[in-house]
């Protein structure tokens, strides 16, 4: 009876210190939610959408997406508000060169408060 008893103890023991089957970290790294490189890839779907962009369009789009949303990120932190509109109009300016004029005209009109 001895031994039936320590027997039950040590399997509780054993199960409540072994590890759960669920991983504590995720083996695939992911993108916060917040960062420049995902919000750049949501709004690059949208742009893709509403701008009908072709393959080549879209990949130049989102790395202008990518940057632009690091530099404002940064401006931000470092409270640079003040080249927020020299910066504004640079990534317009380099949409320009990837996008039609019809496309830049409807991403003005879809994309107001880019």
């Keep these: 009876m001895k031994n039936l008893s320590l027997l039950i103890v040590l399997i509780i023991t054993m199960f409540g210190c072994a590890p ?46 990518v940057v632009n949303n690091k530099v404002i990120k940064r401006l931000r932190e470092n409270n640079e508000t003040d080249k927020l509109s020299s910066t504004k109009e640079k990534f317009h300016n380099e949409l320009k060169a990837v996008l039609s004029e019809s496309q830049f005209s409807k991403f003005l009109v879809e994309f107001p408060g880019l």
Excluded at 36 to 55: F, G, S, V
């Design 20 to 65: 759960g089957t669920t991983p504590t970290t995720s083996s695939t790294p992911k993108l916060s939610e917040n960062s420049p490189e995902a919000e750049a890839r949501n709004l690059t779907t949208k742009m893709k959408d509403k701008l009908l962009l072709d393959a080549a369009q879209e990949d130049k789009i989102l790395m202008i997406n």
